[in-house]
Every structure is written in C-alpha cells, then in structure tokens.
C-alpha cells in the first residue's frame, strides 16, 4: 500500500436524501476495500471528537444557506470552517466560500459573464437582476441590456426546493408577476435538449437530459408558464413543455474540445472539484450557452461516479504528501545550511580574530539561503522525491 493511502480517514457529510440518491453505501464500500477508514461526520458532535480526517466530502449548501439567518446553523458552519482551517492539511470537498458563491445566482452568473469575456468558447445568456419590486421596474433595464422576450425567470437562492420554482414571461406584463428578488435571463431556443456536464476534479461527463421547448422570439400575447425545474430537466421528467412544436433534427452536442476548455476554465475559476454544469446549444448559431452551475449535482447517469471520486481524491492525497514531503526536505536542508554557515563563519573569525558586530546577526539568518532552498525545491527537489 502505497504511504499516501496508509492510515488515511476520509469523512463525509450528506443528508439522508443525499446518501439514498446517491447509494453512497457504494462509495464507502469501494474506500474501505482501497483501505480507507471512512466516518459519517455528525454535526451534533465536535470534530475534534470524531477526526482526524484526511479528506472530508460534503453537502452542507442547506446549513450554509441557513447559517446566514439562523445562529444556530452559522455557529455549526464556523466551527466547521474553524476545524478545517486549524488542520490545514484536510482536504475539504469543496471549501465553503466557492460553494456558498453557487447558492446565490447574482453571484455565479457575473461570474459566468466574466468568464465568457475571458474564454468566449461558451457563453452565459444575458439577464437583469432584480433586487426589490416586480419584473415591472426593471423594463428599462432589460431594454438597456438588449434583453428580448421571451424571458426566464430565476430566483435568486439557487438551492433548495423553491430555488427550482421559475416563470417564463413573454411580455412586459408578465414581468408585474415576478418578484424580487430573482434574475430575468433571456430565453435560448435550443430545440428541447440539455447537455449536463458533471465535474470531478479533472474528469468530465456528459448527459442528455429533456429541456424546454422553444419559443418564438420576441414579445407575444402569451400567459407566463410557471413550472419546477425538476419537472423539464430531469431524467423521467415528462412535460408538455419539453415537446417541440414541430419535429427538428436532434441538436449536435457541443464538441469535446469546447467541454474540455470549459470545464477546464470553470474548475479554476469556481474552485470546487464537484460540481454540476447545464449546457445547451443555441438553435440559431450553434453556439454552447451555460445557464446553471450546481454544486456537488446528483452525478445521475454518470456510473463512473464512485471510482472517479476516489481517484481524484488519491490524486489529492498523494499531492499532499509530496509537498509535506518537500517542505520537510526543504526545512532540513535549510537547517543544514544554516549549520554549515556557522561552522565556517567561526572557523573565519577564529583564523582572524576578528569578529565585527554585525557578523553575530548575519550567521543567524543567512542570505543566501532562501536562494539556494528555492533551487533546491525545484531543481533538486524533484529527483530527490522521485526517488522517495
Ligand atoms: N436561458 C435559458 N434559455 C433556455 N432555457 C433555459 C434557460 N435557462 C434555463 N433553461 C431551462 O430551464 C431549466 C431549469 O433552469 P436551471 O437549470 O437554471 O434551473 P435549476 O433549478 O437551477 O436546475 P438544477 O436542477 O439543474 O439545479 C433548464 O434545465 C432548461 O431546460
Ligand atoms: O440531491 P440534491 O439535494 O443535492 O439536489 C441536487 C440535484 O440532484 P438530485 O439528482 O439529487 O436531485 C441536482 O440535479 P442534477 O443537476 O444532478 O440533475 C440539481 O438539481 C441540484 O441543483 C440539486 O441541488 P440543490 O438544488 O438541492 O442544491
Ligand atoms: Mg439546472
Ligand atoms: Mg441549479
């Protein structure tokens, strides 16, 4: 067993819905047989009490959600964050500010619009944010942005069940039917078919999913349609808003290449390792639009699930121990030369008996040494641990 596996306790936190939808069962079977000692973290308890914990895996959006209004739930989230900031070498499945980031859609979609300015290989539909009133006060805004009906209406809080609750609204009356706070984003036809991308560190995989039907562009007479989420883009879900009006060829799904570069960019922009991303290809162009990012998704269809977030986790864990490795290599060089720098800075005084003031405080910290330790971390480093 290789030393970066030996003795390593993983732990986890997920809601029972969670664990069941999941089957994690499977997961904690497939750690224990690799060697792993896996602990089902409870809340109610101190950590302290039931670590120490290598890696920790969780779904705390609820709490964290919760933690904003409720004392109780913000006390649970600070000694969480307290824990694994103490024991810096946990490695937390994802660390809470880039998950709490995803539980506001203000704040994930300027993110996905800074994005598309940096890598325009996909991009995020245009959208107004509404923070007080109804849909009625923010008209001149969404002609300013070059918004068109129809629109999609969001909430703001993206987790949780009201979060998936939406409204499509194809005139400006609709918008008095709206309210705040929530983000009206344009309506991309994409003839029925949502791409889910879930994300595992560094792996991908993608799934067809049921999506709206489209829409003719532009404002209309029509009622506003309020649907769930869940109702349209889930596996089974079976909706009269998901059957297009007339038959179209099935859309092409968006090239590997423009996936991999996404997926890519997005994994270092949002900082988290489990996370979810919706796709659609616009009818019209072509082009691959973004238009929801989820933390730590349901990974539904992906039977590869189990084995892929083990792998990045060893991935994690065997990086972990390298650099430990290498800052306590580093330390005893550097120890090492502070030594030798004191051994032939006396040699030098006893040869001349000359021993000026400031030569005391030099040999305490020697100059050059951050020099050398940086050229050893990366040019002797390397073949040193190679070795190991
Ligand atoms: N801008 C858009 N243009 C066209 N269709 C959209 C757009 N945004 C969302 N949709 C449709 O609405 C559905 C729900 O939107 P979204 O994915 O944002 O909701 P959600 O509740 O956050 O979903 P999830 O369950 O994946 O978290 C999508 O699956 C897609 O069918
Ligand atoms: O199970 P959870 O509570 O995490 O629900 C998540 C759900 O997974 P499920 O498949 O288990 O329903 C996800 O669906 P897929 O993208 O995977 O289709 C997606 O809807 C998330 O937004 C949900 O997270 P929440 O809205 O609750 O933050
Ligand atoms: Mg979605
Ligand atoms: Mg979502």
């Known amino acids: 067993m290789p030393s970066w ?10 809601n029972d819905k969670k664990k069941k939808k999941l089957n994690f069962q499977g997961f904690e079977d497939l750690c224990r047989q690799r060697g792993y000692e896996v602990i089902e973290i409870d809340l109610a308890k101190p950590l302290c009490e039931q670590g120490p ?15 904003s209004y409720d004392s109780q739930s913000h006390q649970l989230i600070h000694d969480f964050q307290t824990y694994v900031e103490t024991y810096s070498s946990i490695i937390l499945l994802d660390p809470f500010p880039a998950v ?9 979609y300027r993110l996905l619009q800074d994005f598309q300015k940096q890598d325009s290989c996909i991009f995020s539909p245009p959208y107004v944010e509404l923070n007080s009133g109804t849909g009625r006060e923010a008209v001149a805004r969404i002609r300013e942005q070059g918004l068109t009906f129809p629109l999609i209406c ?20 609709g918008l008095g039917e709206v309210s705040a706070p929530c983000l009206l984003q344009s309506f991309v036809n994409h003839d029925a078919v949502l791409f889910k991308v879930f994300v595992v560190g560094s792996s991908h995989f993608v799934v067809r999913r049921p999506s709206l039907k489209n829409f003719p562009r532009g404002e209309s007479a029509r009622r506003s349609i309020f649907f769930n989420s869940h109702s349209v883009s889930k ?38 390792s489990l996370f979810g991303v919706d796709l659609i290809v616009e009818k019209q162009t072509g082009r691959c639009a973004v238009i929801d990012v989820n933390a730590f998704p349901g990974y539904e269809g992906v039977p590869e699930f189990f084995s892929a977030l083990l792998n990045h986790i060893e991935t994690l864990l065997e990086s972990h121990e390298q650099a430990a490795r290498a800052r306590v290599l580093v330390a005893e060089y550097s120890l090492h030369q502070q030594a030798s720098h004191v051994d032939k800075a006396q040699e030098s005084t006893h040869d001349t008996n000359l021993r000026a003031p400031w030569l005391a405080n030099s040999l305490e910290t020697p100059k050059s040494a951050p020099a050398e330790s940086s050229f050893f971390t990366f040019a002797v480093l390397p073949a040193v641990l190679s070795r190991h």
């Open 5 to 14: 596996r030996k003795g390593k306790r993983i732990g986890y936190c997920l």
């Open 235 to 272: 596996p089974e879900s079976c909706s009269r808003l998901t059957e297009l009006d007339e038959a179209t060829l099935e859309p092409t799904p968006p090239s590997d290449n423009v996936i991999c570069r996404a997926m890519r960019g997005l994994r270092s922009t949002l900082g988290l």
């Open 53 to 67: 914990f290598d890696v920790i895996i969780h779904k705390l959006s609820d709490l964290i959600l919760e933690s």
């Open 100 to 108: 709490r980031l995803l539980l506001d859609r203000f704040e994930s």
């Open 154 to 173: 969001k909430t703001r809080v993206a987790h949780g069940p009201s979060s998936h609750e939406m409204a499509l609204i194809f005139n400006e009356e």
